[in-house]
């Protein structure tokens, strides 16, 4: 796990730095978008991230279910082009998200953290964030190495059983990634203060 962690140091370091230049990019020297533009990019945002959660489950389900091997590595290869758009789709719904707290609050004297629900909101996506980008994709890249392995070897206990556990892993990542997905889903839908702008 310390060498996974190490690996993805300086991606997560790019990341942020990708996340400043972005703001920059939307909110330069305290001008903003309309408030209507910067949520209708929050949804694109969240509907590019739902669909790579539902895309993400399918495939995992394909590759559990499948008894080739070559086709597992086939499928599993296929999954890992959504990890590549995954950061993508995080960043804009990050980016577009600080924009719909900065045209809703800036100017006002209700501070965003004093609402519990945008609080709930920011955790739950923070934490789906990290599950996403990194502990998902140590999980998928040994799972690989394992059917990797079993082409080359052939299936014995041992690896079949490490398989299994990863599979199970992989389960419980996808339900993790849903439950948090629908939880940001409520408090956007339910949450007490409206959204910026008008179509």
């Not at 962690?5 to 703001?23: A, E």
């Not at 290869?77 to 590549?84: D, E, T, W």
């Amino acid at each position: 796990m310390e060498g996974g962690t190490s690996v993805h140091r300086p991606l997560f370091l790019s990341f942020l730095k990708l996340i400043f230049l972005s703001f920059l990019i939307l909110f330069p020297l305290e001008k903003t978008m309309s408030g209507s533009f910067v949520f209708l990019l929050h949804l694109v945002g969240f509907s590019l991230v739902s669909a790579l959660v539902i895309a993400g489950w399918i495939l995992n389900s394909r590759f559990v279910n499948e008894k080739d091997l070559t086709l597992k590595l086939y499928v599993g290869g296929l999954s890992r082009v959504f990890s590549f758009i995954s950061p993508l789709a995080a960043l804009l719904l990050l980016v577009s998200g600080i924009g719909n707290i900065y045209n809703l609050y800036y100017g006002t004297t209700v501070a965003w953290y004093e609402q519990g629900w945008l609080v709930i909101k920011v955790v739950l996506f923070g934490v789906m964030l990290v599950n996403g980008l990194i502990f998902g994709p140590i999980m998928s890249k040994k799972r690989m190495k394992v059917v990797q392995e079993m082409t080359e070897v052939g299936a014995n206990d041992d690896n079949t059983k490490i398989l299994d556990s990863l599979n199970s892993q992989m389960r419980w990542f996808f339900l993790v990634q849903s439950v948090l997905l629908l939880g940001i889903l409520f408090f956007s839908a339910f949450g007490t203060s409206k959204h910026p702008g008008y179509f």
